[in-house]
């Protein structure tokens, strides 16, 4: 896992001819020293640019370049708009395999900045035109995963394997390249004012510092997580599932004006639940299972059809009584519905009392909770509390030893806190079996409704049968066997609908037992023995460079790394959060060296590369800043690679650096890092004249 720099190529083109520089970058540490504001932080930026990995730097549609690249070019006093230009970067991996990457940066027309063609070869080979380049595209959705992403093609360079994490709505995404990125790049305008200020929130990423600590640093932790955070997204799926299916059986129900019973809201290791879940109806006025109900249908079907239709007649005495016995279940139907109508205003008249009973609880548990909160702060000055006072009601509070002239008490603050909160919950589960009430009552209400209507039809056709002439066949007769036929037609086919989604559950319950099970071996977040090992390493070297930078803002011995959230702490508290201006720049330092120094020992996912733009903030002492140079020198024998840009007056860096090995850009403090090239551009725009500015070993 390793990515170096070997070399960046810049080229403007302007009406007063072509500008630019050529770098090369050995390993070790490598000092690009230049005037401010003379390009050190364009060279570095351009980098992570041709990358495709700007949105490190925000969402924004132009490159994150300076005027010089982008839209106006200074040379001397002079100005001159840039018409054209282009980012060539050079990169090689761990395996010695070297690619070169193009990238527009300004210019209308031709290709566009999203953009990267990549030769798989250095840059001297490109120029020769013997290996074609192939297309690459950054910034839309799909460049971390696609083979045509350039920050998926990067990846794969790199040799990482960047995990799945868990987003703030809940979904699965990839951790980007951009999110780890500030661990190992510091850019000079934010990077040196956190741990990780670099970090890009777009992606939406669940606690992104520390999913990239833990990437970076290999840990077993990332990939446990992940596989927790994957399993967690099926659980969700499946629980939606779930729900699903479960509410198409409660629209089935609703269709026949029924409920939907004993089925699990939601999902149950065991299938099916004891007892077994089913669809209840209504048949005249009382609830059935729908299953019951089929039967009687087909019992009353298979009576009615082995009785001749009889004429009008015929059916006349029995029609008499069957009107009787009508008007009398239509007149209790009808005084059972008004019964629930009343008892539904009742429900809805108790609900409204509820909730407003349990607005005034949360009122006062909130008022009590925030008087406590403030007590146990120690503030006195015009609390109830302090005057011996109940903050909700006035009453005298007894919270003292001596003897109170009350012969009631009133409960104290805790005890009222407690009170409220049992109040609390005993309105809401009030609360909520009114709903559910209002609920069954409002099902019974449709059914006797829809009762009601059928009795009232069903005595028309009877009156209608009455006065029809006398040989005409019962039209009472004919209509009872359609009702019955139609219904019991409609209730077969919901009962069968059921029963094929009920066919579905017994597979998701066992998928739901799978993942519960799977979930409880990833879910205590424990640490194996090689995450452990890797920590104490990266805790020791941190502590180790603290001290050799120069640290004193408190004792080292009591500062640690969070083994949660892998960040420096001090009794528990963040370490970065009391301490100097430059102490401060020290921890950031001091963490990034850390990281970087453990892969050389162990197996981790750093590539071995830092680019620090303008590391001595704050002012920070020579002696100090000299420190971390020589450190951070160590990078040669390690075959790692650090590029620090800076600024720094000339005489105080060639004394900082006389004791320290490292090489230099070989650019005059003074001059500007694009300069005019003298002969004119090639017609290949890849193989133009820049001067080479090799980094010399100093």
Same mark, same amino acid.
């Given at each position: 896992m390793s990515l170096r720099i070997r070399r960046l190529k810049l080229l403007a083109n302007t009406i007063n001819g072509d500008y630019g520089a050529d770098m090369s970058f050995p390993d070790g540490l490598v000092l690009l020293h230049l005037h401010n504001t003379r390009g050190k932080s364009t060279a570095l930026k351009s980098m992570i640019y041709c990358l495709g990995l700007e949105r490190m730097f925000g969402q924004v549609n132009q490159a994150p370049l300076t005027p010089a690249m982008t839209t106006r070019l200074k040379d001397g006093s002079a100005e001159w708009d840039v018409v054209e230009s282009w980012v060539y970067l050079q990169i090689e991996n761990a395996h010695g395999a070297k690619a070169t990457l193009r990238r527009k940066v300004a210019g209308e027309g031709g290709q566009d900045r999203k953009v990267v063609d990549v030769w798989e070869c250095s840059m001297e080979e490109m120029n020769g035109g013997e290996t074609a380049s192939k297309p690459h595209y950054a910034r839309d959705p799909?460049?971390?995963?696609?083979?045509?992403?350039?920050?998926?093609?990067?990846?794969?360079?790199?040799?990482?394997?960047?995990?799945?994490?868990?987003?703030?709505?809940?979904?699965?995404?990839?951790?980007?390249?951009?999110?780890?990125?500030?661990?190992?790049?510091?850019?000079?305008?934010?990077?040196?004012?956190?741990?990780?200020?670099?970090?890009?929130?777009?992606?939406?990423?669940?606690?992104?510092?520390?999913?990239?600590?833990? &990437?970076?640093?290999?840990?077993?932790?990332?990939?446990?997580?992940?596989?927790?955070?994957?399993?967690?997204?099926?659980?969700?799926?499946?629980?939606?599932?779930?729900?699903?299916?479960?509410?198409?059986?409660?629209?089935?129900?609703?269709?026949?004006?029924?409920?939907?019973?004993?089925?699990?809201?939601?999902?149950?290791?065991?299938?099916?639940?004891?007892?077994?879940?089913?669809?209840?109806?209504?048949?005249?006025?009382?609830?059935?299972?729908?299953?019951?109900?089929?039967?009687?249908?087909?019992?009353?079907?298979?009576?009615?059809?082995?009785?001749?239709?009889?004429?009008?007649?015929?059916?006349?005495?029995?029609?008499?009584?069957?009107?009787?016995?009508?008007?009398?279940?239509?007149?209790?139907?009808?005084?059972?519905?008004?019964?629930?109508?009343?008892?539904?205003?009742?429900?809805?008249?108790?609900?409204?009392?509820?909730?407003?009973?349990?607005?005034?609880?949360?009122?006062?548990?909130?008022?009590?909770?925030?008087?406590?909160?403030?007590?146990?702060?120690?503030?006195?000055?015009?609390?109830?509390?302090?005057?011996?006072?109940?903050?909700?009601?006035?009453?005298?509070?007894?919270?003292?030893?001596?003897?109170?002239?009350?012969?009631?008490?009133?409960?104290?603050?805790?005890?009222?806190?407690?009170?409220?909160?049992?109040?609390?919950?005993?309105?809401?589960?009030?609360?909520?079996?009114?709903?559910?009430?209002?609920?069954?009552?409002?099902?019974?209400?449709?059914?006797?409704?829809?009762?009601?209507?059928?009795?009232?039809?069903?005595?028309?056709?009877?009156?209608?049968?009455?006065?029809?002439?006398?040989?005409?066949?019962?039209?009472?007769?004919?209509?009872?066997?359609?009702?019955?036929?139609?219904?019991?037609?409609?209730?077969?086919?919901?009962?069968?609908? &059921?029963?094929?989604?009920?066919?579905?559950?017994?597979?998701?319950?066992?998928?739901?037992t799978e993942i519960q099970t799977k979930l409880k071996t990833t879910k205590a977040r424990v640490q194996s023995e090689s995450d452990k090992e890797k920590i104490r390493v990266f805790a020791a070297r941190f502590k180790e460079a603290l001290n050799e930078f120069g640290f004193e803002s408190f004792p080292l011995d009591t500062v640690s790394i969070d083994l949660d959230g892998y960040r420096p702490k001090r009794e528990g508290f963040d370490l970065a959060y009391a301490v100097s201006a430059s102490d401060h720049v020290r921890i950031i330092a001091a963490y990034i060296t850390a990281l970087f120094e453990t892969a050389r020992t162990t197996k981790t996912n750093h590539p071995g590369l830092l680019l620090l733009d303008e590391p001595r903030q704050q002012n920070m002492q020579w002696p100090d800043f000299a420190k971390i140079l020589k450190r951070l020198a160590s990078s040669l024998a390690a075959k790692q690679q650090v590029i620090v840009a800076t600024s720094d007056r000339p005489d105080a860096i060639q004394d900082l650096m006389k004791d320290i090995p490292h090489s230099r850009v070989s650019v005059a403090y003074e001059d500007w890092l694009l300069r005019k090239i003298e002969s004119p551009a090639k017609a290949d725009p890849d193989a133009s004249d820049l001067p080479q500015i090799d980094a010399l070993p100093s």
């Open positions: 799909g460049s971390a995963q696609s083979e045509q992403g350039i920050t998926s093609w990067l990846a794969k360079f790199m040799g990482w394997q960047l995990p799945q994490v868990m987003r703030h709505d809940s979904s699965l995404g990839m951790l980007y390249i951009e999110c780890v990125l500030s661990l190992f790049f510091i850019e000079q305008s934010q990077g040196w004012t956190t741990i990780q200020a670099g970090t890009p929130r777009i992606f939406g990423i669940r606690q992104v510092e520390r999913k990239a600590v833990e &990437f970076i640093l290999g840990l077993e932790a990332c990939e446990t997580d992940s596989t927790r955070e994957h399993l967690e997204q099926q659980a969700d799926e499946l629980i939606k599932r779930w729900v699903a299916e479960r509410n198409g059986n409660e629209v089935l129900a609703r269709s026949l004006k029924g409920a939907l019973r004993n089925f699990p809201s939601a999902p149950q290791s065991s299938w099916p639940p004891l007892p077994p879940p089913f669809l209840e109806v209504f048949q005249e006025g009382l609830e059935i299972p729908l299953r019951a109900a089929i039967e009687k249908d087909k019992e009353m079907l298979a009576q009615i059809d082995s009785i001749e239709i009889p004429t009008a007649d015929e059916a006349a005495k029995s029609i008499s009584d069957e009107l009787t016995a009508s008007y009398n279940s239509l007149q209790e139907a009808e005084s059972i519905a008004s019964s629930l109508d009343d008892e539904f205003s009742l429900e809805q008249a108790n609900h409204t009392a509820l909730e407003t009973r349990l607005t005034v609880v949360n009122e006062d548990l909130g008022r009590n909770k925030d008087t406590k909160k403030l007590r146990d702060m120690g503030a006195t000055g015009g609390l109830a509390l302090a005057r011996h006072e109940c903050p909700t009601c006035h009453q005298h509070v007894n919270d003292t030893l001596l003897s109170q002239k009350l012969e009631q008490e009133v409960m104290g603050l805790e005890e009222n806190i407690a009170y409220l909160a049992a109040q609390k919950q005993t309105l809401e589960k009030m609360r909520d079996r009114t709903i559910r009430a209002s609920e069954a009552i409002e099902r019974r209400r449709n059914a006797v409704t829809v009762y009601t209507s059928e009795l009232r039809q069903k005595i028309r056709y009877l009156k209608r049968t009455l006065v029809s002439s006398g040989i005409a066949p019962s039209e009472a007769a004919i209509r009872e066997r359609i009702v019955v036929s139609e219904r019991l037609e409609q209730r077969e086919a919901a009962q069968n609908e &059921f029963e094929r989604s009920l066919a579905a559950f017994p597979q998701l319950s066992s998928q739901w």
